[in-house]
């Protein structure tokens, strides 16, 4: 399929005329922000390759679970890798605006990547919330870990269904429904509170602070944008695309600007979703990796108060198993706890 730069006749017109006969100067504020985006990208890739190196230079036995990790690199890949594909090449996928003309800046490509990228997010929050919601017994934490990815799944049906029509109150219920997944994502963790003790407790604290952060900028910076723009919409009676138009014209139409009022609204989230949230998904890396050292930090009352044989995991050559009355033994055990020589 042959793709087509196609200059669209509206307000942006005269701007993008200006921007294509030029490349983005420096003395441009938004080639700072470029280059600012594009080195974060490069920091972020160069620690995933660290982390994949580090943890599969770890002896069999060592991490949580060798297939497992595996699963949770290979899901930051895809959201580490896809937010750099779009820190590189910014865009703007309803007003169909870009930084450079290239058919990769195209929407239909930028917005496929950014699907396959948050899914892969959202899974990643679902493994870790059903790892510590097993290890703790939290019913709470292990139904948000079942929600989340069919929340985040409809959500991108919206995204899509905006990005085809230019109707941008799908843009609002999307970020809505993301707003949604991480309430029950933050309940979860402030269920798993009291269950630990020491850093991990200060890991969870974290998380749910940056979690209330994201709602509250959610909900009175992003929603309400995208709000405006959808009122705004209405009331200049602009003409919605249908499906099939929508689909080629996310194809083969996309305007390079070079001007800072048209990126304005953009810029915060994007910084904030190519730097913070990508750290988000490489934490969760590390914090799925430590699950052996996870119960070193269990509470003692959750711990005295669990069922013999809740939980018995061997890490550095100990078996940990939860404490019984005296001269009674664990079930399934032919003797008492012993340490393991190594």
């Known amino acids: 399929m042959s793709l087509e730069w196609r200059a669209r006749s509206s307000s942006l017109s005269s701007s993008v005329s200006r921007s294509v006969s030029s490349s983005l100067a420096w003395s441009n504020p938004l080639a700072w922000w470029w280059a600012l985006l594009t080195m974060i990208s490069g ?5 995933w390759f660290l982390m994949y190196r580090q943890f599969h230079e770890q002896p069999t036995g060592s991490l949580g679970s060798t297939s497992g990790i595996g699963l949770m690199l290979l899901l930051s890949a895809g959201y580490v890798f896809g937010c750099a594909f779009r820190s590189f090449l910014p865009r703007a996928d309803v007003q169909r605006i870009c930084l450079f003309d290239t058919w990769l800046s195209s929407v239909v490509v930028g917005r496929s990547v950014a699907t396959v990228a948050e899914i892969c997010f959202a899974a990643q929050w679902a493994i870790i919330l059903r790892q510590l919601g097993t290890m703790t017994g939290a019913d709470t934490t292990l139904n948000a870990a079942s929600v989340i990815v069919p929340l985040i799944i409809i959500a991108e049906c919206f995204s899509w269904y905006a990005v085809l029509t230019t109707n941008y109150l799908g843009n609002a219920i999307e970020n809505s429904i993301w707003a949604v997944a991480f309430f029950f994502v933050g309940t979860g963790l402030c269920r798993l509170l009291p269950e630990f003790d020491g850093a991990v407790r200060v890991v969870l604290a974290i998380a749910i602070i940056g979690i209330a952060g994201y709602l509250a900028f959610l909900m009175t910076v992003d929603v309400p944008m995208y709000l405006r723009r959808w009122r705004a919409g209405l009331a200049g009676g602009s003409k ?14 996309w305007v390079v600007t070079h001007d800072l009022a048209e990126w304005k609204d953009e810029i915060a989230w994007m910084s904030l979703y190519f730097s913070a949230a990508v750290w988000a998904s490489l934490a969760l890396c590390v914090l799925y990796s430590l ?25 550095g050559g100990v078996l940990f198993l939860p404490p019984v009355r005296p001269g009674a033994r664990h079930p399934g055990t032919a003797a008492p706890s012993v340490v393991l020589d190594q």
């Open 43 to 47: 920091a972020n890739i160069a620690a």
């Open 240 to 253: 919605l695309l249908g499906p099939l138009e929508g689909l080629r014209d996310v194809s083969t139409r």
């Open 291 to 315: 699950e052996d050292h996870l119960p070193h930090y269990r509470t003692e009352v959750t711990v005295a108060s669990s069922p013999p044989g809740a939980f018995a995991v061997a890490s």
